[in-house]
């Protein structure tokens, strides 16, 4: 079953974690450029899962994750889930809750 991505949440319930990631950083202008095309393939990824089952991650989550990999030579996956903890920006770039993190 295809897991939904989930809207962003607050940070101590004053703080938005978009207000945290600088106006001026490359991610956003890449997050912009990478959403749309995401979005096109909706269709294509919810085909793809089967409607029953335990939800999975988002695809499009991982293919975000997955340019952070890239873009960063984080040299494993298992480093890449480690920074995903802790890092505020690859958070808000790959679509991750604050919840999620605990």
Do not use: C, K
Not at 9 to 14: D, I, K, L, N, Y
Not at 65 to 82: G, M, N, P
Request: aromatic share 8%.
């Amino acid at each position: 079953m295809r897991g939904d991505e989930r809207a962003q949440g607050t940070m101590f319930a004053t703080v938005v974690l978009e207000d945290r990631i600088p106006a001026s950083h490359p991610l956003r202008d890449l997050r912009r450029l990478a959403d749309p095309i995401l979005r096109d393939l909706l269709p294509t990824f919810s085909a793809l899962y089967s409607g029953t089952g335990r939800p999975s991650i988002p695809p499009e989550q991982l293919l975000r994750a997955l340019l952070l990999e890239v873009l960063y030579s984080i040299r494993s996956e298992r480093q890449l889930v480690e920074q995903l903890e802790y890092n505020l920006l690859y958070r808000w770039f790959v679509g991750l809750a604050l919840e999620a993190s605990a």
